[in-house]
């Protein structure tokens, strides 16, 4: 007995001893010490959590972010909106994140006054799955608002053929894909509806989780974009980057100028600046449909959410330095991911609102 | 005794098309798994790479990699299994050998409906229970919500499994003066000993699969975390976040974790079943 | 010095009939076996910290969804809509694609785990039979996140071309296989919730049916059985423990939730056809928890979950009372006590 109780032993040892190396190789990778997520000599750590769409965009201002400033360690995990607006009111994070801006009632449920910073801009696209059709199909708003009505079923309507003359469309069923989880993508996308449709707004309404007419649900923005890829005959709305990844097709709308724009980059920020002269003073606001001659109708503001007065001054100071950071060096890298940056006009007006965080009523930024 | 020809014939050919169709069975079942493992490492295996094991995740177009989500995923195992293991096999051996009468029954029950609750109510059971209070993500939180959806799964495996020890065995040290305690846990569990593994091997496999209750619980990081008052990465969680994003790098990404979570919990099987094989 | 085993129902060691407590004194401070006293005690702690953990989980879903049952009552049960817009709650749609979803996975998962276990216990060589365990026991372990990419990008298709076009035209004059095919519905569901639990059963009843007694086979193999008829005498032996196995199944078919939204559909509909979309309770909370940020929706949200523990009850009782219907009858099972 005692040899093989020795045995088990130096076994268990032998297993360990390369997990121990693994562990030591890794080590080397780490920034810093920091227990707690206290202030003090070593690292600072701050926690922000929400929206899915910027995810990838904030990873990479988190990581340029943490080369230029190493004893910062800030993480970001994507909940989805409605998750970061919790956890804010919470207090379990530092910031939170949002696509579509709280409404009234959430802001009241928060236990201090809570600031929108705008961070960049994104589209949501239609995009189709449809062979043997090589250009991009036009659509006009009431003929979207009446496809995912259920009212226009088939392929070859006559509605959508007189959008698209010379188009060999099939005479098949339109196979709807919407969001079965709540979105900001859907809130937008059905926001947008339910302006340029009445129909719409009285039958279903704008709402992160609607009740669609007809459809299937997929999960998250990757969820549809596999179901339209994999099926033929369907529609559905994504993110930009999305469909541009997968290499989907991307519709034309007709914006309210009457001209069909594509979604790209430019067309998106130029929503954003036909329209940054109504922006409230919340920073709170739609931009979908705008007017101007070049603006993609269905453009959405992704949103950092902080509160205007931070308990704990040292990490108010980071928090602040890095959302100035954002704003201005960070929109840089929105566009090789295929996010549009803020129009000049609505940086001032960011720019205002961050240098009104204060802590303990002296403003953070000097 | 019945031999008469036709339905010998009979007998013998219902022999042959069963054990045809359970090893049908058994090559379907493989095959399945075949398809599954070959689609993930046809996504993922150009992934894999050494400095995909060591680093830290990083921004789309740069590489990086889950050393610190696989990690992070040992250390929740560790800690879900050290609260989980030893719950469920003592609920379990106290339904085995005092399990008559309506507590135990009542147990038992809860323990079956337990198996069904989804993993997302546990997370957000212990986000209310832990983390709100706490105004903090960490790693033992995390750990705990693991651990109790390890804990009904273990129970109800080991009581059955201590059911099967053949009563000859409990007699032959009972008659032995050996006290029901030491019989319990020096004769009978190690006899149960490798069902027992494959019962906490089923409830390892299951949680480390799970993302859900990790999101609201262990939280996620980009970092290296040993401590257990921190947020902590996790394979699951990293995979989730790959996987959701619109790009094919951090989708090869995905995959190419998936197959490093198999392989670890292949290995994690292997050891224990080393440890818990049959000595007689 | 022979210790007598304290549970034997006597006046000396305290106990009555069905494990009772007679006298507690007795049962409790037995003479000369604390270690006894201690060793039960102390698993009795863990079984109530179980009990009262399930309890407090229980007391909470209850709570938060009493705003949602006094304003639907048992109306909820029988509503069909669902719509966060107009607060319109209804749970009919969820607990049809749950149950159903949860059959057909049973159906397959059932006889196909049997067969791989019966086929690694009684019939492939050793050497053949530790790695096919190990594998199919691998497949418990994939996230259930990849469960779902791999069902849209490779089931769900595979589906939509080769079986569902067979399955209706054999079988479209049944209302179970008519309607448009697209791959992404109750029946996808159901075969990826399937593919999901096999394991599980499977490496159970595989430890159940090793732990059967070789006499019985040898017994069986000695009275002239074919080697199908001696396993089927292994089988009646292991009922108890394959009906524990079915159980671990169903319970993580009923709860599974990302594997299962991301193929079923996600629309709230009852639907004769088995190829149209549906929705389950554990999707839907996954789907719409945490953004649900309006108390109603919230409660009624928390009124599913409960509704799903309610379920989940019916459906063990209605196994559990299955299983003793069928083993009532049969003899020597391979219990210890």
Same mark, same amino acid.
Request: glycine share 10%.
């Given at each position: 007995?005692?040899?093989?109780?020795?045995?088990?032993?130096?076994?268990?040892?032998?297993?360990?001893?390369?997990?121990?190396?693994?562990?030591?190789?890794?080590?080397?990778?780490?920034?810093?010490?920091?227990?707690?997520?206290?202030?003090?000599?070593?690292?600072?750590?701050?926690?922000?959590?929400?929206?899915?769409?910027?995810?990838?965009?904030?990873?990479?201002?988190?990581?340029?972010?943490?080369?230029?400033?190493?004893?910062?360690?800030?993480?970001?995990?994507?909940?989805?909106?409605?998750?970061?607006?919790?956890?804010?009111?919470?207090?379990?994070?530092?910031?939170?994140?949002?696509?579509?801006?709280?409404?009234?009632?959430?802001?009241?449920?928060?236990?201090?006054?809570?600031?929108?910073?705008?961070?960049?801009?994104?589209?949501?696209?239609?995009?189709?799955?449809?062979?043997?059709?090589?250009?991009?199909?036009?659509?006009?708003?009431?003929?979207?608002?009446?496809?995912?009505?259920?009212?226009?079923?088939?392929?070859?309507?006559?509605?959508?053929?007189?959008?698209?003359?010379?188009?060999?469309?099939?005479?098949?069923?339109?196979?709807?894909?919407?969001?079965?989880?709540?979105?900001?993508?859907?809130?937008?996308?059905?926001?947008?509806?339910?302006?340029?449709?009445?129909?719409?707004?009285?039958?279903?309404?704008?709402?992160?989780?609607?009740?669609?007419?007809?459809?299937?649900?997929?999960?998250?923005?990757?969820?549809?974009?596999?179901?339209?890829?994999?099926?033929?005959?369907?529609?559905?709305?994504?993110?930009?980057?999305?469909?541009?990844?997968?290499?989907?097709?991307?519709?034309?709308?007709?914006?309210?100028?009457?001209?069909?724009?594509?979604?790209?980059?430019?067309?998106?920020?130029?929503?954003?600046?036909?329209?940054?002269?109504?922006?409230?003073?919340?920073?709170?606001?739609?931009?979908?449909?705008?007017?101007?001659?070049?603006?993609?109708?269905?453009?959405?503001?992704?949103?950092?959410?902080?509160?205007?007065?931070?308990?704990?001054?040292?990490?108010?100071?980071?928090?602040?330095?890095?959302?100035?950071?954002?704003?201005?060096?960070?929109?840089?890298?929105?566009?090789?991911?295929?996010?549009?940056?803020?129009?000049?006009?609505?940086?001032?007006?960011?720019?205002?609102?961050?240098?009104?965080?204060?802590?303990?009523?002296?403003?953070?930024?000097? | 005794?019945?031999?008469?020809?036709?339905?010998?014939?009979?007998?013998?050919?219902?022999?042959?098309?069963?054990?045809?169709?359970?090893?049908?069975?058994?090559?379907?079942?493989?095959?399945?798994?075949?398809?599954?493992?070959?689609?993930?490492?046809?996504?993922?295996?150009?992934?894999?790479?050494?400095?995909?094991?060591?680093?830290?995740?990083?921004?789309?177009?740069?590489?990086?990699?889950?050393?610190?989500?696989?990690?992070?995923?040992?250390?929740?195992?560790?800690?879900?299994?050290?609260?989980?293991?030893?719950?469920?096999?003592?609920?379990?051996?106290?339904?085995?050998?005092?399990?008559?009468?309506?507590?135990?029954?009542?147990?038992?029950?809860?323990?079956?409906?337990?198996?069904?609750?989804?993993?997302?109510?546990?997370?957000?059971?212990?986000?209310?229970?832990?983390?709100?209070?706490?105004?903090?993500?960490?790693?033992?939180?995390?750990?705990?919500?693991?651990?109790?959806?390890?804990?009904?799964?273990?129970?109800?495996?080991?009581?059955?499994?201590?059911?099967?020890?053949?009563?000859?065995?409990?007699?032959?040290?009972?008659?032995?003066?050996?006290?029901?305690?030491?019989?319990?846990?020096?004769?009978?569990?190690?006899?149960?000993?490798?069902?027992?593994?494959?019962?906490?091997?089923?409830?390892?496999?299951?949680?480390?699969?799970?993302?859900?209750?990790?999101?609201?619980?262990?939280?996620?990081?980009?970092?290296?975390?040993?401590?257990?008052?921190?947020?902590?990465?996790?394979?699951?969680?990293?995979?989730?976040?790959?996987?959701?994003?619109?790009?094919?790098?951090?989708?090869?990404?995905?995959?190419?974790?998936?197959?490093?979570?198999?392989?670890?919990?292949?290995?994690?099987?292997?050891?224990?079943?080393?440890?818990?094989?049959?000595?007689? | 010095?022979?210790?007598?085993? +304290?549970?034997?129902?006597? +006046?000396?060691?305290?106990?009555?009939?069905?494990?009772?407590?007679?006298?507690?004194?007795?049962?409790?401070? +037995?003479?000369?076996?604390?270690?006894?006293?201690?060793?039960?005690?102390?698993?009795?702690?863990?079984?109530?910290?179980?009990?009262?953990?399930?309890?407090?989980?229980?007391?909470?879903?209850?709570?938060?969804?009493?705003?949602?049952?006094?304003?639907?009552?048992?109306?909820?049960?029988?509503?069909?809509?669902?719509?966060?817009?107009?607060?319109?709650?209804?749970?009919?749609?969820?607990?049809?694609?749950?149950?159903?979803?949860?059959?057909?996975?049973?159906?397959?998962?059932?006889?196909?785990?049997?067969?791989?276990?019966?086929?690694?216990?009684?019939?492939?060589?050793?050497?053949?039979?530790? +790695?096919?365990?190990?594998?199919?026991?691998?497949?418990?372990?994939?996230?259930?996140?990849?469960?779902?990419?791999?069902?849209?990008?490779?089931?769900?298709?595979?589906?939509?071309?080769?079986?569902?076009?067979?399955?209706?035209?054999?079988?479209?004059?049944?209302?179970?296989?008519?309607?448009?095919?697209?791959?992404?519905?109750?029946?996808?569901?159901?075969?990826?919730?399937?593919?999901?639990?096999?394991?599980?059963?499977?490496?159970?009843?595989?430890?159940?049916?090793?732990?059967?007694?070789?006499?019985?086979?040898?017994?069986?193999?000695?009275?002239?059985?074919?080697?199908?008829?001696?396993?089927?005498?292994?089988?009646?032996?292991?009922?108890?423990?394959?009906?524990?196995?079915?159980?671990?199944?169903?319970?993580?078919?009923?709860?599974?939730?990302?594997?299962?939204?991301?193929?079923?559909?996600?629309?709230?509909?009852?639907?004769?056809?088995?190829?149209?979309?549906?929705?389950?309770?554990?999707?839907?909370?996954?789907?719409?928890?945490?953004?649900?940020?309006?108390?109603?929706?919230?409660?009624?949200?928390?009124?599913?979950?409960?509704?799903?523990?309610?379920?989940?009850?019916?459906?063990?009782?209605?196994?559990?009372?299955?299983?003793?219907?069928?083993?009532?009858?049969?003899?020597?099972?391979?219990?210890?006590?």
């Amino acid at each position: 007995m005692a040899s093989s109780k020795n045995r088990r032993r130096m076994t268990l040892v032998l297993l360990c001893a390369p997990l121990l190396a693994f562990a030591a190789a890794c080590s080397g990778q780490r920034g810093g010490v920091g227990p707690g997520t206290g202030s003090g000599g070593g690292t600072l750590n701050l926690l922000g959590a929400g929206a899915t769409f910027p995810n990838p965009l904030y990873q990479k201002w988190l990581s340029e972010y943490g080369k230029l400033n190493p004893n910062t360690r800030i993480d970001y995990q994507s909940i989805g909106s409605g998750g970061g607006i919790k956890q804010i009111q919470a207090g379990t994070v530092d910031f939170g994140a949002s696509d579509a801006p709280m409404k009234n009632d959430e802001l009241k449920g928060a236990p201090g006054e809570l600031l929108h910073i705008p961070t960049v801009l994104g589209a949501v696209v239609i995009t189709y799955n449809l062979q043997g059709i090589a250009q991009p199909l036009k659509f006009s708003p009431d003929v979207i608002a009446d496809i995912f009505l259920g009212k226009i079923k088939k392929w070859d309507d006559p509605r959508i053929r007189a959008d698209n003359a010379g188009v060999n469309l099939p005479v098949t069923d339109i196979t709807v894909v919407h969001r079965s989880d709540g979105s900001g993508t859907t809130a937008v996308f059905t926001d947008y509806l339910s302006k340029i449709s009445a129909e719409w707004k009285e039958k279903v309404g704008a709402d992160k989780s609607p009740q669609w007419p007809t459809g299937q649900g997929g999960k998250g923005n990757e969820g549809v974009t596999g179901m339209v890829k994999q099926q033929p005959d369907t529609i559905g709305y994504v993110e930009l980057a999305y469909a541009m990844q997968s290499k989907l097709p991307v519709a034309q709308i007709k914006n309210s100028a009457g001209n069909f724009i594509t979604a790209s980059i430019e067309a998106v920020t130029a929503a954003a600046a036909s329209s940054a002269a109504s922006l409230p003073e919340d920073l709170r606001t739609s931009i979908t449909n705008p007017a101007g001659a070049n603006a993609y109708p269905i453009s959405s503001y992704t949103y950092i959410l902080v509160y205007k007065d931070q308990k704990d001054a040292t990490k108010g100071k980071a928090l602040v330095d890095f959302l100035w950071w954002g704003i201005h060096d960070g929109e840089k890298f929105a566009k090789d991911l295929q996010y549009a940056p803020l129009p000049d006009e609505v940086v001032k007006r960011a720019e205002a609102k961050i240098n009104s965080i204060t802590s303990g009523g002296k403003p953070l930024r000097q | 005794m019945n031999t008469s020809a036709p339905r010998k014939n009979l007998r013998l050919t219902t022999n042959t098309i069963m054990t045809t169709l359970t090893a049908a069975c058994a090559f379907f079942a493989v095959s399945i798994l075949v398809l599954i493992l070959g689609y993930i490492a046809w996504r993922g295996i150009a992934a894999i790479n050494l400095r995909f094991l060591i680093d830290t995740p990083k921004p789309v177009g740069e590489g990086g990699g889950i050393g610190n989500a696989i990690t992070g995923t040992l250390l929740l195992l560790l800690i879900a299994s050290a609260i989980g293991m030893p719950f469920g096999i003592a609920t379990g051996i106290y339904l085995a050998e005092f399990g008559e009468g309506g507590f135990a029954s009542l147990v038992r029950f809860v323990a079956d409906t337990m198996t069904g609750v989804p993993s997302i109510v546990v997370g957000v059971f212990v986000y209310t229970l832990i983390v709100l209070p706490m105004k903090q993500f960490s790693t033992l939180s995390g750990g705990l919500a693991l651990a109790l959806i390890m804990i009904p799964i273990v129970t109800r495996t080991t009581e059955e499994m201590i059911h099967l020890v053949p009563t000859s065995l409990r007699e032959g040290a009972l008659a032995l003066g050996a006290p029901q305690w030491r019989v319990t846990m020096g004769v009978v569990l190690p006899a149960a000993s490798s069902g027992i593994a494959t019962g906490a091997m089923l409830a390892i496999a299951r949680v480390s699969g799970e993302t859900a209750p990790l999101l609201f619980t262990a939280f996620g990081s980009r970092f290296f975390n040993w401590y257990l008052d921190q947020p902590i990465a996790s394979l699951t969680v990293q995979i989730y976040n790959y996987a959701i994003s619109p790009y094919d790098e951090w989708h090869a990404q995905a995959w190419a974790a998936t197959l490093v979570l198999m392989t670890l919990i292949l290995v994690i099987n292997i050891t224990v079943r080393f440890f818990t094989r049959r000595k007689f | 010095m022979v210790n007598p085993q +304290p549970t034997l129902p006597s +006046p000396a060691s305290g106990y009555g009939a069905r494990g009772r407590v007679r006298n507690w004194r007795r049962a409790f401070v +037995p003479t000369g076996n604390t270690g006894d006293a201690l060793f039960r005690g102390l698993l009795f702690l863990f079984a109530l910290l179980l009990l009262l953990i399930v309890a407090t989980m229980m007391a909470a879903i209850a709570a938060n969804s009493l705003p949602s049952i006094h304003k639907f009552g048992f109306a909820f049960l029988t509503g069909r809509a669902w719509n966060p817009v107009t607060g319109q709650f209804g749970a009919l749609p969820f607990i049809y694609g749950t149950l159903v979803s949860s059959l057909i996975a049973l159906l397959i998962a059932v006889p196909l785990s049997l067969g791989v276990a019966v086929f690694l216990v009684e019939q492939a060589p050793r050497s053949l039979a530790r +790695p096919i365990a190990f594998l199919v026991e691998l497949l418990a372990a994939i996230p259930s996140v990849v469960y779902g990419l791999w069902g849209i990008f490779v089931l769900a298709p595979f589906l939509r071309v080769h079986v569902e076009p067979v399955l209706a035209r054999w079988f479209g004059w049944l209302p179970l296989f008519q309607g448009p095919v697209t791959g992404i519905g109750l029946f996808t569901g159901g075969i990826i919730l399937a593919i999901m639990i096999a394991p599980i059963i499977s490496a159970v009843v595989r430890d159940v049916l090793a732990a059967v007694p070789v006499s019985q086979r040898e017994a069986a193999l000695a009275l002239g059985a074919t080697r199908w008829e001696t396993t089927r005498v292994v089988l009646a032996n292991a009922a108890s423990g394959i009906a524990g196995a079915i159980i671990l199944g169903l319970g993580r078919a009923i709860g599974e939730t990302m594997a299962v939204t991301m193929v079923i559909g996600n629309r709230p509909q009852i639907s004769a056809s088995l190829f149209e979309p549906s929705y389950t309770i554990a999707s839907v909370i996954a789907n719409e928890f945490t953004e649900a940020t309006d108390n109603l929706y919230l409660s009624a949200l928390i009124e599913i979950g409960l509704i799903l523990f309610l379920v989940t009850f019916i459906v063990n009782g209605a196994a559990k009372l299955l299983v003793w219907g069928v083993t009532r009858g049969t003899s020597g099972t391979a219990r210890a006590t």
